[in-house]
């Protein structure tokens, strides 16, 4: 028996660069990051000729350059990488700082992505150092598949002189390049793609030696300089549509003051810090032991975009933050693709959206970075530049799970956003109001759940605390505990103190409570000799109102959701006046998807309406465990027939079943409205409302009335939910938002087909 040998065919150079690397800008980019880790400051990319029959592309950088050793024992060893195995100048390593962005070994092959030939010239920054050449023409690889890769040559050589002005560094010289791919277009993609290639923050810092990449294209000039000349446009406006220049990355400092953030950090010693702002105001900072075993020196950073600040960035850069990208991932520095494209859901952070839209951030309201810093060697990209990191269990808990570092961070900032600031419509984009009732009453119970046993230490808003009122009892209660446990586990005495002085106000605010309800018991009698007086003058003035009252609170409440309607509209509206303000096309789709948020926002509005004037739960905007069975009764009872304006009768069939299930009150309220108001259009003069409990536990409620039912010309049973579908003269979006809704909570809709007598819906509902 003996040992056999693999032989490498040629055709393998295709295998690693131009169908590995399958796109221009990605190509750029690995050479751009080979510059850098070769500790290079600056790093300039020059399309010469680019519009001509000979164009070429010029990667220069001011790197440690390499010798005849380097070129003979690295850059010609296929798939050798020195980052990878610690050989590569350690000690540079540390003394500039930097970690580098690449680890494959393979980013030299994006030359071949880029042009047939490559010309390479490169000076050491050892002493004496000669001027090293080699030549690759890549085509000879393709020519026979049956040659060995290492029997075909590159031509290597020594020059006396060079044209480019290099002390030290590499020069790539790219020939043969595709004239049919860049274009004017094309180059302000690529500038605004190495816009995002590097952490904003990677120039801002002492510790990590400065990196500049700049882009030249001298046949863009001229029209780069008519651009600069409108006087209009502001300089991050004028950036993005010039082509020539450094390549900055601005955008998160723009935001940094202007809407809400969260950033979360987990170190090497085993801690994890999450700090939450908004605008100039610091709410919390929160320590806890590190959950996540496999991460180390990985942060998070995520900015809320409420309609205003969307507006905002718009302004200030030019673009529409859903073009500009979404949550970005960066390893030392340098970005890894695709995550925080225009589409692209790899983090599944849409996915989890759709499960509940009034519950979960999406990621047309985000945008932010995940930053992984040092080795970290299961956090890696695949070797197929553009599909993200490997997924392995290191993976899995940054981002693959609903217990993910990345979902826990984003679940904090959601608790913030909606049960703090109500998805932050009821503010501007300068300030914000953290001393209302409601807004005190959220930052308490937030405060108080994210304190547990792995909290090691917190920091939080003194000023929240001040305005603790006796309704915020249980919460602060729960926080003083928590607050007791920290400060004992820590030996954090100002903690113990805080928790000892909220503990005071709530016993002051009980006691006065106390004195205040026996006050009210020795008032009982005369109360209720004034109330018997006014019964008779209510009966002698013959004042009789069936509508039944209401407290200050559930007032104020309707009015408050009123008031965060009427916004979003004029939200909305402002948004769509200014595309017309500036002249912009409007598309159909434009238009009908408009009318369809409009549309929807006008039903919130009628619905709150009736269950302000005959309230028949207590809170009806708020996701609650309650009996659904005796919701639909109850507003078909109070409110349906209440507020009738036709001949249609709404009836319940009775049946005692009961069925606990999460939801919304207003939520159903809109579909009951919607599927009446489509009984009417369709002259029914009774529609049934019907609950059965079936065997397997759901619960079907059945909506079935006697009107002209289903149109025989209809192919498709589904396309009645479609948006804009009517068989009559309105707008179609009635049913559409009913299935939309339904689908929120993972329930079902259908129509009974074999029904020839009328209308019947079922919505299946499942706990």
Not at 741 to 750: F, K
Request: aromatic residues 10%; contains cysteine; proline residues 1%.
């Amino acid at each position: 028996m003996s040992d056999k040998y693999f032989k490498i065919s040629s055709a393998l150079k295709n295998l690693i660069g131009s169908d590995l690397i399958t796109d221009n800008f990605v190509a750029v980019f690995e050479l751009v990051k080979n510059s850098f880790d070769a500790r290079a400051t600056e790093v300039r990319i020059t399309f010469e000729d680019i519009y001509s029959n000979n164009p070429k592309i010029i990667i220069q950088d001011n790197g440690k350059g390499m010798d005849t050793e380097d070129l003979n024992e690295k850059w010609l060893f296929l798939g050798y990488s020195g980052k990878r195995d610690n050989t590569e100048d350690y000690r540079d390593k540390i003394k500039s700082g930097r970690v580098y962005a690449g680890a494959k070994g393979v980013g030299r092959f994006s030359c071949d992505r880029l042009g047939k030939y490559l010309n390479l010239i490169t000076v050491s920054e050892k002493p004496n150092s000669k001027i090293e050449n080699i030549f690759v023409d890549w085509t000879k690889f393709e020519e026979n598949q049956k040659i060995l890769f290492d029997k075909i040559p590159v031509i290597q050589s020594d020059l006396s002189k060079t044209k480019y002005n290099l002390k030290h560094g590499t020069v790539l010289e790219i020939t043969g390049v595709q004239n049919d791919f860049w274009n004017r277009d094309n180059f302000k993609k690529l500038k605004e793609k190495l816009s995002k290639l590097i952490r904003p923050d990677l120039n801002n810092s002492d510790d990590v030696q400065k990196f500049k990449i700049i882009l030249s294209v001298p046949e863009e000039e001229s029209k780069d300089n008519e651009v600069i000349k409108l006087k209009e446009a502001t300089v991050i406006q004028q950036y993005y549509n010039t082509v020539n220049g450094e390549i900055k990355n601005f955008v998160f400092n723009e935001l940094d003051i202007k809407t809400t953030k969260i950033e979360s950090y987990i170190d090497d010693n085993g801690i994890v810090t999450t700090k939450l702002t908004d605008r100039d105001n610091f709410i919390y900072e929160i320590k806890e032991k590190n959950e996540f075993d496999l991460l180390s020196n990985v942060s998070i950073t995520l900015y809320f975009l409420n309609r205003s600040a969307k507006l905002t960035f718009n302004k200030r850069t030019g673009v529409e933050h859903v073009e500009f990208g979404s949550l970005f991932v960066y390893k030392n520095g340098f970005r890894i693709y695709p995550y925080g494209e225009r589409g692209d859901d790899s983090l599944g952070i849409d996915n989890r959206a759709l499960q509940g839209y009034a519950r979960y951030i999406g990621l047309r309201s985000l945008v932010g970075e995940i930053a992984i810093q040092g080795v970290n060697y299961e956090l890696r990209e695949t070797t197929s530049r553009g599909d993200g990191l490997l997924k392995n269990k290191t993976y899995n808990q940054l981002a693959n799970k609903d217990d993910s570092f990345l979902i826990r961070t984003l679940r904090r900032l959601e608790k913030y956003v909606i049960d703090v600031t109500q998805w932050g419509v009821n503010n501007d984009d300068e300030n914000i109001d953290l001393t209302s009732q409601k807004a005190i009453e959220g930052l308490v119970k937030l405060i108080a759940n994210i304190t547990d046993k792995q909290t090691v230490d917190l920091k939080y808003n003194k000023d929240i605390f001040n305005l603790i009122s006796l309704k915020e009892e249980k919460s602060a209660t729960k926080l003083v505990k928590n607050f007791k446990r920290i400060a004992a586990e820590s030996n954090n005495e100002p903690l113990f103190k805080e928790a000892q002085k909220i503990e005071n106000a709530i016993n002051a605010s009980l006691k006065r409570a106390d004195a205040a309800e026996k006050e009210r018991d020795i008032k009982v009698g005369e109360k209720k000799i004034i109330e018997q007086e006014l019964e008779k003058k209510k009966e002698q003035l013959a004042i009789v109102t069936s509508i039944e009252s209401q407290d200050l609170a559930n007032v104020t409440n309707l009015h408050h959701q009123v008031f965060i309607i009427s916004d979003t509209i004029k939200s909305i509206l402002k948004e769509f006046s200014l595309k017309i303000l500036n002249k912009e096309k409007v598309s159909q789709v434009e238009l009908k998807e408009l009318i369809d948020e409009l549309s929807l926002e006008n039903s919130k509005i009628e619905s709150i309406s009736k269950f302000g004037m005959r309230a028949i739960f207590e809170d009806f905007n708020s996701i609650k465990k309650k009996d659904v069975i005796e919701f639909f009764k109850n507003y078909v009872d109070k409110i349906s027939n209440y507020f009738k304006t036709s001949k249609l009768r709404v009836e319940w069939k009775p049946n005692e079943d009961v069925y606990n299930v999460s939801f919304r009150p207003l939520d159903l309220a809109i579909i009951i409205d919607n599927i009446i108001n489509n009984a009417k259009k369709h002259k029914a003069t009774l529609l049934q409302i019907e609950s059965k409990i079936l065997p397997s536990k759901a619960l079907h409620i059945h909506f079935k009335d006697n009107g002209i039912g289903l149109n025989k010309n209809i192919e498709q049973v589904e396309d009645v939910f479609g948006k804009g579908f009517s068989t009559t003269e309105s707008t179609g979006l009635g049913l559409y938002h009913v299935k939309n809704i339904v689908e929120q909570y993972n329930w079902d809709i259908d129509i009974n087909t074999e029904n020839t007598k009328g209308f019947e819906l079922i919505v299946k509902i499942k706990k």
